[in-house]
């Protein structure tokens, strides 16, 4: 059969290409897909009237070979050569085969032309083709974007505003240098409340997630207020950090604060295993320079930068900086419970505003900070109750040991075991009945 002509069909290509930025190879492979869709349209309308039916799998050894030069395509069946054909679209007879393949042999396959007429393929599979090539496309650029973007998640990229969509922002980014921009999605809970997102205004923002599956709308998801982007804006202005000299152990993050009256802020725990450099020093920089420059970055969020300790009394006061810390008991270390006493005047400083502060040094720590006046601090008291706590725990674990080794069916196993053990020796005493039974009918017929 002749080759069906799609006029154009090089410079459709080159269209496409360029609009979608996608490779020429991608477009063709779309292309070919959706033209095999529409090939399967038109055999479907042909069986209409006799009421046959294709499933899902029917058209799995045919393809479609696209010719650019001569602008058309052929599709094309591979069939399996078998002595009684069943169907005719898999399979065909060896006999018609070696009329002009003398060599062929049962269970080859061969690849034939069955490329419809140029006016049969008729417009349903037209509209078939147009219908899936659009929907083809959509994948390939959503592939392309996943495999260019997946080794750069958790890592941070220039974007530029571009639109707003219900509350989301709707930003460009690139992979790279001379990359065609790709649309990320900056949704409410990942924007920072200090940023003016403007069209064509540029922030540095931090991949969060490469949405992979029939996603709607943009497949890339960024951020403004992960830790990340913290970690990376100080990574990149503190040496120390990127020769690994002073590590960042734990970041805290509140950059979308429960109330309009708190600003976001962030406390950062550094620690270095060099004696003569100051973690806490190089992180803020000469005259504060390097912290400004990353406050000026986040629209003038609060960052305390503090040193991590190994002891958790002492990580836990500066944890609570700016705050000044007089004593940290430990109350409970399971479950990591810590008293923190501090001077009257300090109360409000230790806490924050709303709890900002006291919440934040937890959620560094990994400790649950209960702020505590010095002045009527009973030290007396909080160690009988605490040793109440402890008396009543303990109380409920001996009872919860107790009730699991009183429950019947932990006795129950030896009494089936013995009832096992009495089944056993009763079978093998009957066997041996049978057996003795059966040596005297042996003997009384000899």
Avoid at 185 to 204: I, V
Avoid at 208 to 231: C, E, F, I, Y
Avoid at 278 to 289: F, N, T
Avoid at 376 to 392: C, G, I, K, P, R
Wanted: proline letters at 4%.
């Amino acid at each position: 059969m002749s080759m069906v002509q799609l006029p154009g069909l090089a410079e459709m290509i080159e269209v496409i290409s360029r609009e979608r930025n996608l490779p020429k190879p991608a477009v063709e492979v779309a292309l070919q897909e959706a033209l095999l869709k529409g090939y399967e349209r038109y055999r479907r309308t042909l069986l209409l009237d006799s009421g046959s039916q294709f499933d899902e799998e029917y058209f799995y050894n045919f393809d479609v070979e696209l010719d650019i030069e001569e602008e058309g395509f052929l599709v094309l069946a591979t069939k399996m050569i078998v002595e009684e054909v069943e169907s005719t679209d898999h399979q065909i007879a060896l006999i018609e085969v070696r009329e002009v393949a003398p060599e062929a042999q049962l269970g080859d396959t061969v690849v034939l032309d069955v490329t419809p007429e140029q006016n049969d393929f008729g417009r349903m599979a037209a509209i078939q083709t147009k219908q899936v090539l659009s929907q083809k496309l959509r994948d390939q650029q959503r592939k392309l974007i996943q495999e260019e973007f997946q080794d750069l998640e958790k890592t941070v990229l220039q974007a530029r505003v571009l639109r707003f969509e219900r509350r989301s922002v709707i930003m460009a980014v690139t992979s790279a240098f001379g990359q065609p921009e790709v649309e990320a999605e900056l949704p409410k809970r990942e924007q920072l409340p200090n940023d003016n997102y403007r069209a064509n205004a540029t922030f540095k923002v931090f991949l969060k997630r490469v949405a992979d599956g029939p996603h709607r709308g943009p497949q890339l998801v960024v951020s403004r207020a992960d830790a990340g982007l913290v970690v990376y804006l100080f990574a990149n202005e503190v040496p120390e950090i990127e020769d690994e000299v002073v590590r960042i152990v734990a970041v805290a993050r509140e950059a979308n604060p429960p109330s309009r009256q708190v600003g976001p802020r962030t406390k950062i725990a550094v620690d270095t295993l060099e004696r003569d450099v100051d973690p806490v020093g190089a992180c803020i920089g000469a005259r504060g320079s390097r912290i400004q420059a990353v406050v000026n970055e986040l629209r003038g969020e609060k960052i305390d930068v503090i040193r991590w300790s190994p002891d958790p009394s002492t990580y836990i006061s500066n944890a609570l900086s700016p705050a000044r810390v007089d004593a940290v008991r430990l109350i409970d270390t399971e479950e990591r419970q810590a008293h923190v006493l501090v001077a009257e005047d300090q109360l409000s400083l230790a806490i924050g505003k709303e709890g900002q502060n006291v919440r934040l040094a937890a959620r560094l720590t990994g400790w649950k900070i209960d702020i505590k006046d010095i002045a009527n601090y009973d030290q007396e008291a909080e160690d009988l109750h605490l040793s109440e706590l402890q008396s009543q725990k303990a109380e409920e674990v001996e009872a919860v040991e107790e009730d699991i080794e009183s429950k019947p069916e932990n006795l129950a196993e030896p009494s089936t075991e013995a009832d096992t053990l009495a089944t056993d020796t009763a079978a093998v005493n009957e066997d041996a009945a049978n057996l003795t039974a059966t040596e005297e009918n042996v003997d009384n017929e000899e």
